[in-house]
Every structure is written in C-alpha cells, then in structure tokens.
C-alpha cells in the first residue's frame, strides 16, 4: 500500500523554467512534508518542509505548496539549474520526529 | 557541526555471515532513524530509537534484524546471517525531535 505517491518517475526541464515535481498522499493522518534531493551514491538532502497548518513555504529557488483537500503537494524550483538535475523524494510524517514514509522519487535533469 | 556519519560505507559479506552498520547522529540529535533502499525503489523506513529505547520497530524484519542506540557510542544496526536478499542502500537519520531528519551518507551492503 502505497500511502504517498511520486506518478512521474522522470522530468526533463531546461535550465532557467520552472521545474513543479507532484506527489500525492492517501493517509488523512499525515501532518508534515518534506522534500529531499538526492545524488547518486550519497544520502537524502533535506530540502524544504511544510506544515498542514499552511499552504505554501518558500526558501529561496524552492517552494512547497500542499493542498489538504486533494491530498496532493508540489514542489516549485525557479529557475532551474543544471545542479538541480538529482532525484527528488516526496516524504510525510503523522507526527513531529516520528517515521517518514518516502514516495518513490522523481528523476529530474535540468538540460541547458 | 559534523553531519550524521555512517561507517562503512561499504560493506561486502559472504551469505551467513554478519553485518554491523553504525550510525553517529548530528551533535544534538537524539533521536535515530534506519531506512533501507532497495535497488529501483524508494526509502522504506525500518526503526526509529532514541537513547537505549526502541520508539518504533515496525519496519523491521522479524528475524535477522536488530537495532540498538546505547548510551554511549554510535548506534548499530546488526543484520544477522545475511542473505542475497539484504543487499541493499541503509541510510541513517538523525533528528532533534523535529519532522526534519537528516540523513548520513549510506552504507551500501553487498551480499555474495
């Protein structure tokens, strides 16, 4: 049972537009998300979170957006950069500081 | 601040024989993740544990697998007489009672 789920396996964008990575989540209870990035061979790089209390955060190049009643959250990179190209993890948690439950992750390449 | 640290990073082991991975959370972290990572697949958590107590085994397999975070020293995931099966990414993550956990580099285990 896949409780959050990534339906694009890959992305391709060109350096400079918008990169919107999806993920969607079935668990009512889930109360946080986060996004990770990840390179090959190295472990998870957290990027950004959100709480269910709210709709979007921002940090930079990096926006997360959730929208509760759809179970579904984006994650916005603009502009797109070439270091960006990695796999992106959507992951939700019940509780502060319990378990992450991870999607399957999203192949991003940013070509120039 | 040293991030998390995992040792080794790698590790090749006969089918039957042990395998011991450690884990040294970030300076101030207490709490102590373990997921797994499957070739082709996402991260799949397996034990949440704080200083000598086991918060949350419910991804591990019931035999084989075990875990501990003692009060001294790093904590360690111990895989006993291991199978082709068990080959796999294992990511440590620490938090310090946050929702955002972050990851060491990984031990990649090779089972021959």
């Known amino acids: 049972d896949q409780q959050v789920k990534q339906n694009s396996p890959s992305l391709s964008v060109q350096e400079g537009r918008i990169s919107i990575l999806n993920c969607d989540y079935t668990n009512s209870m889930f109360d946080y998300f986060l996004w990770y990035k990840k390179y090959p061979a190295e472990g998870p790089t957290f990027l950004i979170s959100?709480?269910?209390?709210?709709d979007k955060n921002e940090d930079g190049r990096f926006t997360v957006f959730l929208n509760k009643s759809a179970k579904h959250l984006s994650l916005h990179i603009v502009p797109s950069q070439p270091g960006d190209s990695a796999v992106y993890f959507c992951?939700?948690?019940?509780?502060?500081?319990?378990?992450?439950?991870f999607g399957t992750g999203t192949r991003l390449q940013v070509t120039l | 601040n040293a991030g998390v640290m995992q040792n080794p990073r790698h590790l090749v082991r006969r089918r039957g024989q042990e395998a011991r991975l450690r884990c040294s959370p970030m300076k101030g972290h207490s709490h102590v993740y373990w997921y797994r990572q499957l070739p082709e697949e996402g991260l799949k958590f397996m034990v949440y544990?704080?200083?000598?107590?086991?918060?949350?085994e419910s991804g591990m397999p019931k035999e084989r697998f075990s875990a501990e975070f003692p009060k001294e020293g790093p904590s360690i995931l111990r895989i006993q007489q291991v199978v082709r099966g068990d080959s796999a990414a294992y990511f440590c993550?620490?938090?310090?009672?946050?929702?955002?956990?972050?990851f060491g580099q990984g031990t990649r285990l090779t089972v021959v």
């Open positions: 992951a939700a948690s019940a509780q502060t500081a319990s378990k992450l439950t």
């Open positions: 544990l704080q200083k000598e107590n086991i918060i949350d």
């Open positions: 959100i709480s269910s209390i709210k």
């Open positions: 993550a620490s938090s310090p009672g946050t929702a955002e956990a972050f």
